[in-house]
């Protein structure tokens, strides 16, 4: 199966022009488009269609795309949706906020058709590629994790987690370059029913750098939202 495969866009963007281009070319690359003019609207069909990826326009009316993003990112059922944002040039300092609050790329205009789904299929593709939830082993560097063993080993030596701590690292190896937010990360660690703050999770992160310290640089905090594991 290709990357566009019966994949479904969800395109913001409240020019009528560029929606109709972008539309055309993700068309005819295999994707299946839907479309919205606002911020709002972007929500209501996130929620009811729940594509596969999201192209966001960051000045809409209404509500901006910096908004929806954080929006989508704070729900649990989209914290995970693949979102590339279409910027202006003069909206720079928008493009650092927008991917500080988790979008996980972004085109800057104006951007050729061909290049904005370019994008999107290797967006994709890295997703895919990413390990799947039944995935037993990861590495970071010299860092190794084997849930069968239910052990963590740092170049030959092994590294002894608490239970939490270990499902902490065990999330952020699993989403490498993307903001996971502190409810996402209790809900994944500590369950939708734990009846605790999400300082909870500040706690056993700082914790978890001090047992690794190779994660004290890698594992960024993301201002009033999360976590992110940097790429290596
Ligand atoms: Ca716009």
């Not at 609050?101 to 990413?130: C, I, N």
Request: proline letters at 4%; hydrophobic letters at 40%.
């Amino acid at each position: 199966m290709t990357a566009s495969g019966s994949k479904r866009v969800l395109i913001v963007e409240d020019e009528r022009d560029i929606l109709k281009l972008v539309t055309h070319y993700l068309e005819k690359e295999g994707f299946r488009v839907l479309t919205a003019t606002t911020g709002i609207e972007a929500l209501k069909k996130i929620q009811e269609e729940k594509p596969d990826l999201l192209m966001l326009d960051l000045m809409l009316p209404e509500m901006d795309g910096l908004e929806v993003c954080k929006r989508v990112r704070a729900a649990p059922e989209t914290a995970m949706l693949p979102i590339i944002m279409l910027t202006a040039k003069a909206e720079e300092s928008d493009t650092v906020i927008g991917l500080e609050l988790g979008a996980d790329d972004y085109v800057t205009k104006p951007f050729s058709p061909k290049a904005l789904v370019a994008r999107a299929k290797a967006l994709l593709r890295r997703l895919e590629r990413a390990p799947a939830a039944e995935s037993t082993r990861y590495r970071y560097g010299p860092l190794a994790m084997d849930l069968g063993r239910h052990e963590v080993r740092l170049g030959e030596k092994e590294v002894l987690l608490t239970a939490k701590e270990f499902g902490l690292l065990e999330h952020l190896l699993r989403n490498p370059g993307r903001v996971l937010t502190r409810d996402i990360l209790l809900n994944a660690v500590w369950g939708y029913d734990y009846y605790g703050t999400t300082r909870t999770v500040d706690v056993h992160i700082r914790r978890l750098k001090q047992k690794l310290p190779l994660l004290d640089e890698a594992i960024v905090s993301v201002k009033s939202m999360g976590y992110k594991l940097k790429e290596l």
